[in-house]
């Protein structure tokens, strides 16, 4: 197994399907990480991931990550860490999935990727590389119904739209809007 971290760009995971398609689950941005289960000796995820544009990994090879670990008390402890912290934004992302009404799982999922990008709330502009279409795959809704959301918070103030981008000009509005206990993706 790999581990990727995003230091420029985006990187998509979809989740093929018996049909032959794949789901896009997320577009993890600038500062995420993708593949943790290369900690666990013998996970096996069945995931696609390609760039989402321009795109800059830092790649780290499982044996080589397992042997740092081994040797470095403090990876060996922060390892679960991070495994749990997938496993409770999967569960809230699920949550939101089967409960949310569109406008706040939109709001969600946008901070979810704001968080996951380490940088600060107090950031003047917070940019997200995902399209709309992906958005909306993500989001189990249609592209119009996304794009219709997404100018809602435009026209409020609270995100400013790209092309295959958005940035959020408004995080503590848009948080309100998300509501208690988003996650990093």
Not at 77 to 88: D, G, K, N, S, T
Not at 93 to 109: G, H, I, N, T, Y
Not at 112 to 126: D, F, M
Request: overall charge positive; glycine content about 8%; charged content about 20%.
């Amino acid at each position: 197994m790999t581990l990727w971290l995003v230091l420029a760009g985006g990187l998509r995971v979809s989740w093929p399907m018996p049909s032959g398609d794949s789901v896009t689950l997320a577009v993890i941005g600038e500062g995420g990480y993708y593949s943790v289960g290369v900690f666990v000796e013998g996970a096996l995820i069945s995931t696609e991931c390609t760039a989402a544009g321009d795109t800059t990994l830092a790649v780290f090879e499982g044996d080589a990550l397992s042997r740092l670990q081994a040797s470095d008390p403090a990876l060996k402890q922060y390892a679960p860490r991070l495994m749990l912290q997938l496993v409770e934004t999967a569960v809230s992302l699920f949550a939101d999935a089967v409960s949310a009404p569109l406008p706040q799982r939109l709001a969600r999922r946008l901070m979810t990727q704001a968080l996951a990008s380490g940088r600060s709330a107090s950031h003047s502009e917070l940019e997200i590389r995902v399209s709309q279409a992906d958005l909306a795959a993500m989001l189990g809704a249609s592209r119009s119904k996304v794009n219709a959301e997404l100018r809602r918070l435009e026209e409020d103030g609270m995100i400013r739209l790209g092309y295959r981008r958005l940035f959020i000009l408004d995080c503590a509005r848009l948080s309100q809007r998300a509501g208690p206990r988003v996650r990093p993706l």
